[in-house]
């Protein structure tokens, strides 16, 4: 591995004015990282600015305040398609986020390309946007779903993955980059060849991969990539496609409207370019806008720096963890990014969230959007804790103290 920079914590810490608050008197420590991450200053200012000085609607006007709303709002589009590789930035097209994205491929693409008979894979570890619209899609086109299962450890089960593939009847695989629930990153290099060799396309959900993980999807070479603004320090109702051009030229549009259209008769309607033909109505400008200066961060910092920074973390609260009492580590695959999920004995998750919250420390507990995944563990719920750049050791060491009264257990 390469040596990475460490990063300057206190400057990072800086750039988030939401974490220097108390909460129930004490100070804020935040652990819902998974769940959303706070923003920088600079996505704040951006924010602002735009509103005070250049709000028009885009792509419309001739005027000033119009050319630079829509400059700016090009230039995110641009910036993400940099950021993640991609062939062209008419390959991007903005969603509200993941679930908005993984509705709109299996709307599209479902009318497009599948038929009665076919078949959609997702995997044991998908959150419920990465489920539900493809069951949708499925009895709207009398396609099956298929899953491929999880190992104790967290990881997915290649081997039924390649016998669920040689059915030969399988259209699409949809899995996430990494999971929420539990952390584990998936081999999807490996996923997008073996799925080709068999004639399918690949959606990857990127929820939390792309704040965390590098992303190049021509070297991924998976067919779709789709991603939240909101988990890599962006404003929420932000998101993006990615698509192969040869699958979005293809695919018919999604919703109807202004924008996507180039001439409208009562007769024939004509579509738009890409990515203009996925995007009807006013699209989320001032925040599109604003998740430019987000990319930027992390770019600043270097995503390899941050993800070393996390791992850190991760591997401190797990060593801790694992000395306390009734506490059980849920997912223990070797790649994770920094989530941290576990069951306590005899305690229900949902208390040990709300007494955690008491002394200041934000965590997330349930199912996490993954009731088959929790079912597959045989629990309701866990508690996770997750990381992002401005955590510190200190945090988790406070974190695990309060975990400890909390559930009685003594560090060994
Ligand atoms: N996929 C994964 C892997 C996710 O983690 C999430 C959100 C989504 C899809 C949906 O993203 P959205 O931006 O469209 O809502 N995950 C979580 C979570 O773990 N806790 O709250 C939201």
Not at 272 to 297: R, V
Not at 375 to 402: C, H, P, Q, W
Request: a neutral charge.
């Amino acid at each position: 591995m390469s040596k990475v920079e460490a990063i300057d914590i206190r400057k990072i810490r800086a750039q988030f004015p939401v974490l220097n608050q108390q909460v129930n008197g004490k100070q804020l420590i935040y652990l819902d990282n998974a769940a959303t991450t706070q923003k920088p200053q600079s996505v704040l200012d951006k924010l602002d600015h735009y509103y005070r000085f250049d709000n028009a609607n885009i792509h419309r006007g001739i005027h000033t305040l119009a050319e630079r709303a829509t400059r700016d709002f090009e230039a995110t589009r641009k910036a993400i398609a940099d950021f993640i590789h991609a062939p062209s930035s008419e390959e991007i097209i903005f969603t509200k986020g993941v679930t908005d994205g993984v509705n709109l491929v299996a709307n599209s693409f479902g009318k497009a390309f599948v038929k009665p008979g076919d078949e959609i894979i997702v995997s044991g570890l998908e959150h419920h946007s990465n489920i539900v619209p493809w069951q949708l899609m499925c009895e709207e086109r009398g396609a099956k779903l298929r899953v491929i299962p999880v190992h104790e450890d967290g990881t997915l089960d290649l081997d039924a993955f390649r016998k669920l593939l040689s059915s030969e009847k399988v259209k699409l695989v949809a899995v996430n980059h990494a999971s929420n629930s539990l952390g584990t990153v998936n081999p999807i290099v490996k996923i997008c060849s073996l799925a080709h060799q068999h004639g399918a396309v690949v959606l990857i959900d990127g929820a939390q991969g792309l704040a965390h993980l590098p992303v190049n999807v021509q070297a991924i070479d998976c067919d779709f990539y789709v991603a939240s603004g909101h988990k890599m320090y962006g404003p929420t109702g932000t998101g993006f496609l990615y698509g192969k051009r040869e699958w979005l030229d293809k695919m018919p549009p999604y919703q109807g409207g202004g924008e996507m259209i180039k001439e409208v008769t009562f007769e024939k309607t004509t579509y738009n370019e890409l990515p203009y033909k996925f995007e009807a109505g006013t699209p989320n400008i001032a925040d599109i806008i604003a998740l430019a200066p987000a990319i930027q961060f992390i770019k600043e910092n270097t995503r390899e720096a941050m993800a070393n920074h996390e791992h850190q973390l991760l591997r401190h609260a797990s060593d801790k963890i694992r000395g306390l009492d009734g506490v059980r580590i849920i997912g223990n695959a070797v790649e994770k990014v920094g989530i941290l999920s576990f069951h306590v004995e005899n305690m229900h998750h949902f208390d040990v969230g709300q007494m955690l919250d008491a002394k200041g420390i934000a965590v997330r507990t349930g199912h996490h959007c993954t009731q088959p995944l929790m079912k597959r563990f045989g629990l309701e719920g866990t508690v996770r804790a997750s990381f992002a750049v401005y955590n510190t050791e200190e945090e988790v060491d406070v974190f695990i103290d309060a975990l400890g009264k909390i559930t009685g257990g003594l560090s060994r």
